[in-house]
């Protein structure tokens, strides 16, 4: 009989089941690498003049497991404004959350590694700037950008004041919307004129502008999702495939995910390469690294042999490698940054993930 390149049926259905089996345990035993406030749906947070920009400007705190609504909180005595929601369905499905944001950063400069998330940002305020790895140049974003998941630590520049709505979108979230393949983005933000053009992002800029409130204003941006929300072929094998790789903090075999799917490897990254930019390797490889830095606890002392191998690395070499390629900064270095934050910002309630870069 020749050969399909399919997985016979049974050997599928054991695979599915194992899966499950696995990421049922994973969610019986508690995490403490997720730091979730989880929300009921639909309810409003509004942190009264808290400062929440270090975790909004980039989706820089997310790391949602399937179906949760949560909301990762920054406190401080800066005078900012930040009000979140979780869209109404079907965005809920591709949205974590929607956010309006008014005040003033932190720090002018923050470098936010690779995380398993999207961005939309609609800017109201002066321009900022985006800085894409070492090896790119600078550039300004006046009425907004859109990234992909990224591969690399992105650099943000932030006037003395700003002002914008976003969308945190989850990893697979931002195709639905984008008239291009998500990899010719990856690692490459671009405008929002670039993606919707230059009269629609012109007439929302507009309208929001005028809204009363920032209610009125998410409602404006979840009507103008609502209305570019379309059918994306593959969708829903990728939305499975990395709910599981989410699930496990990406601690599962992409064989395995393969054979569940009863697709082929290539067929599998390819789907994943088009809807979020990158291979499920790599998605997983993220998410891994993400729950690894949300188990640290920069006020304490840390055992970095036990932090690689409760993360699964091979040997602390491994895990220093992939931190380096994720941050820019070896594993100690990391840590004096975060205490600087810490010691500066002493009424952050920290997620563990932007950086000062100043």
């Known amino acids: 009989m020749a050969h399909t390149g399919r997985t016979p049926r049974s050997r599928r259905h054991w695979v599915s089941c194992e899966l499950s089996r696995r990421v049922a345990h994973r969610r019986a035993v508690p995490c403490q690498s997720f730091r979730t406030a989880c929300q009921s749906r639909g309810r409003v947070y509004r942190a009264g003049r808290s400062s929440e920009i270090a975790g909004s400007m980039l989706a820089a705190a997310r790391l949602d497991r399937p179906g ?6 920054v406190g401080d005595a800066g005078n900012v404004e930040y009000v979140s929601r979780v869209p109404r369905p079907p965005l809920d499905g591709l949205i974590d959350d929607l956010y309006y944001l008014e005040g003033a950063p932190p720090y002018a400069r923050l470098t936010l590694p690779p995380m398993p998330a999207a961005l939309l940002i609609v800017n109201l305020g002066a321009p900022f700037r985006i800085r894409a790895g070492t090896d790119i140049e600078t550039a300004e974003y006046a ?3 859109v990234v992909t998941m990224p591969t690399r630590a992105f650099e943000f520049g932030y006037p003395p004041e700003t002002r914008s709505v976003g969308v945190h ?5 931002l195709a639905p919307f984008l008239p291009m393949p998500a990899t010719e983005l990856c690692d490459r933000p671009v405008t929002v004129e670039q993606v919707w053009g230059r009269p629609a992002i012109a007439e929302l800029r507009d309208r929001l502008a005028t809204a009363d409130e920032p209610h009125e ?7 103008e999702l609502m209305r570019r929300l379309c059918e994306t072929a593959g969708l829903g094998l990728v939305r499975h495939t990395s709910s599981v790789i989410a699930a496990t903090s990406g601690a599962v075999a992409i064989g395995d995910l393969r054979a569940a799917a009863g697709v082929s490897s290539t067929h599998l990254a390819q789907r994943f390469k088009e809807l979020i930019g990158v291979t499920p390797k790599r998605l997983a490889r993220t998410y891994r690294f993400t729950a690894t830095v949300f188990a640290i606890n920069p006020a304490g002392p840390i055992d970095w042999g036990d932090l690689a191998g409760g ?3 091979f040997d ?5 490698h992939d931190f380096r390629a ?8 990391y840590i004096e940054v975060r205490r600087r934050f810490l010691r500066e910002h002493p009424g952050h309630v920290l997620d563990g993930w932007p950086l000062p870069a100043d």
């Not at 949760?68 to 909180?73: E, K, M, N, T, V």
């Open 68 to 73: 949760a609504r949560c909301r990762w909180g």
């Open 217 to 223: 204003m998410l409602t404006l941006l979840e009507e």
């Open 143 to 145: 009425d907004g950008c």
């Open 311 to 313: 993360a699964g690395y």
């Open 169 to 173: 979108f989850k990893p697979w979230g």
């Open 316 to 320: 602390q070499a491994h895990f220093g």
């Open 326 to 333: 994720f941050t820019g900064l070896t594993p100690t270095r």
